[in-house]
Structure formats: structure tokens, C-alpha cells
């Protein structure tokens, strides 16, 4: 980075503002469009169930609640769980919800 491109850029937060460079920039771009597109593909080959089943597991109802509330046995519920958080790459609850919070 040149020094005329520094000043510029120091003149440009002291006035509020925000600034980066055009390298870090196309970065973010391309780094947020990637994952969208990540995601996408991974919302894709959930079934309608398993999208179900994911945002009531991650409202933060327990499995036995899901299961009453689905119709389903709580061993389905397990079940579907795990091929979820395999198809979404997460190891537990906690992270579908937060995959879910960043995804959906």
C-alpha cells in the first residue's frame, strides 16, 4: 500500500467512516459468497423433515419435545439428528444452531 493510499485511508475512519483496502475487499467478496453458496448447497440436500426437525431442535426444544411434537419416536429423532449435523458439518446442538442463526 502506498503512503498516499494510508493517509487516505486514516483520513477516511477519523472522518467515521469505514475503509479498507481493494485486496481485502475482493476477499471478503468472494470469502461470503463462497460459504453463501456453501450453505445453499447444504440446505439443498436436507430433506423437508430434516429441515424441520433442525429448526425445532435448534429453537431449543429438547428431543423428546421434538419427537411429541412431530409425530415421531425420540430414536428418530436421534437418528435424523446425526445424518443432520453430518450434512451440515457440526458435532453437536450447539453448533447447528449457530449454523442455523449465521444460514438461515
Do not use: C
Not at 485511508?9 to 456453501?38: C, D, P, Y
Not at 429441515?51 to 415421531?72: F, H, K, P, Q, W
Not at 453448533?95 to 442463526?101: D, F, G, N, R
Amino acid at each position: 500500500m502506498s503512503l498516499e493510499q494510508l493517509v487516505k485511508g486514516v483520513q477516511a475512519i477519523l472522518a467515521g467512516e469505514l475503509w479498507f483496502t481493494r485486496k481485502l475487499t475482493k476477499h471478503m467478496l468472494l470469502t461470503n459468497s463462497h460459504n453463501r453458496k456453501a450453505a445453499e448447497k447444504i440446505l439443498a440436500s436436507l430433506t423437508n423433515r430434516e429441515r424441520e426437525l433442525l429448526l425445532a431442535t435448534t429453537s431449543g426444544l429438547r428431543n423428546s419435545d421434538v419427537a411429541a411434537e412431530l409425530g415421531i419416536s425420540l430414536y428418530t429423532v436421534k437418528s435424523h439428528l446425526y445424518r443432520i449435523y453430518k450434512k451440515i458439518k457440526v458435532p453437536n446442538r450447539l453448533q447447528a444452531t449457530l449454523w442455523v442463526a449465521k444460514h438461515l
